[in-house]
């Protein structure tokens, strides 16, 4: 955790809260956007899909959609198959 | 030619992408098979490794993209895969499949038949992954399915054509393109449900783990169309009973006993 974000802590400034990302905990902040989970993640914006509470996130809204506590998200590719 | 939906394939041969060694295999693979038509499926994000990605090693301008619903055990998680496998292709193509049972892998003809209505009416060009049921397939035409694709055999079993007798009453009563799927394990028995007139044929396990998939991909590119080519050209009848090839006027029998 960087000194910003543990300073921002202290003042309770953002609050610390769990989604479940792909089904496991994932801890977060309460500033986190969906475009900045995946920047955070190394995930290629443009080879996934979102799925935020059985809800599917356009693309051209990644970077307005905060996360909220117990958000259940789900990250989707194509990978080889039949 | 091979027309569904409106869209037109010079290649009989659908490939499926599981189970390739790696990107370049499966690359070259696919461009020697000729095909027009992938499946590929969809899971979760693998976040050890969030850049693997697929798609950059396939190419859509030759290639219809045809996300499969695969891991789906109701109709209702298959709707589910089939909204995210439209977000992800930004297409309407999509293999309706629907696996209640891990061990067979097989169909589960209820839930399929619902969901196929269903993402018609949501605008999906829906092919449905069948057990090689005549009267299902009408169902399914019914409905709107753009084509019926009746198993051969249980997926990955490389059990060759099982249905025969059935996918020929599909066949036969079809008004959509019949494309037998699953369970083709050699390039005969793809050749057999192309000469009984089958439309296509989807293949995946016998040339992703053969020894060599690209050479593999070739032989069924060959055996499709072989097969093709016999059903067109109208194949002989079945006998019982032998027919001489040989003229039997004006042997030599008079000098020749035996031959008489």
Known sequence: ??????????????????????????????LMTVAGL????????????????RTIIQPDCYATTS???????????????? | MLIIHGHTF????????????????????????????????????????????????LNRDRCVFL????????????IR???????????NWLKLEVTPDPRTLLPDPVETLKATEELVRAGFIVLPYMNADPILA??????????????????????????????EIIIDQARVPVVVDAGIGAPSHAALAMEMGADAVLVNTAISVAGDPVAMARAFAQAV?????????????????????SPLAGTLAADLGFLA
């Open chain 1, 1 to 30: 955790m960087d000194y910003q974000l543990t300073n921002d802590i202290f003042f309770n400034r953002h609050c610390i809260m769990q989604i479940h990302l792909n089904g496991s905990p994932k801890t977060i902040t309460d």
């Open chain 2, 225 to 245: 169309e072989a097969g093709r080519t016999a059903f067109v050209a109208g194949m002989g009848n079945r006998s019982k009973q032998a027919h001489a090839s």
């Open chain 2, 10 to 57: 010079n290649s009989r041969l659908f490939l499926g992408t599981g189970k390739f060694s790696s990107p370049t295999v499966m690359k070259e693979a696919i461009e020697a098979s000729g095909t027009e038509m992938v499946t590929v499926a969809l899971r979760r994000v693998d976040l050890d490794n969030p850049e693997d990605d697929i798609m950059s090693a």
């Open chain 1, 38 to 53: 995946l920047q955070e993640l190394g995930v290629p914006l443009t080879s996934v899909v979102v799925e935020l509470n």
């Open chain 2, 67 to 78: 996300p499969n619903t695969s891991g789906a055990r109701n109709a209702e998680e298959a």
């Open chain 1, 67 to 82: 996360l909220k506590d117990n958000d259940q998200m789900e990250l989707i590719r194509f990978v080889g198959g039949g």
């Open chain 2, 81 to 91: 895969l089939a909204h995210l496998a439209r977000a992800a292709s930004g297409s």
């Open chain 2, 138 to 167: 009408l169902r399914l035409q019914d409905v709107g399915a753009a084509a019926v694709m009746p198993l051969g055999s249980p997926i990955g079993s490389n059990q060759g054509i099982l249905t025969a007798f059935q996918i």
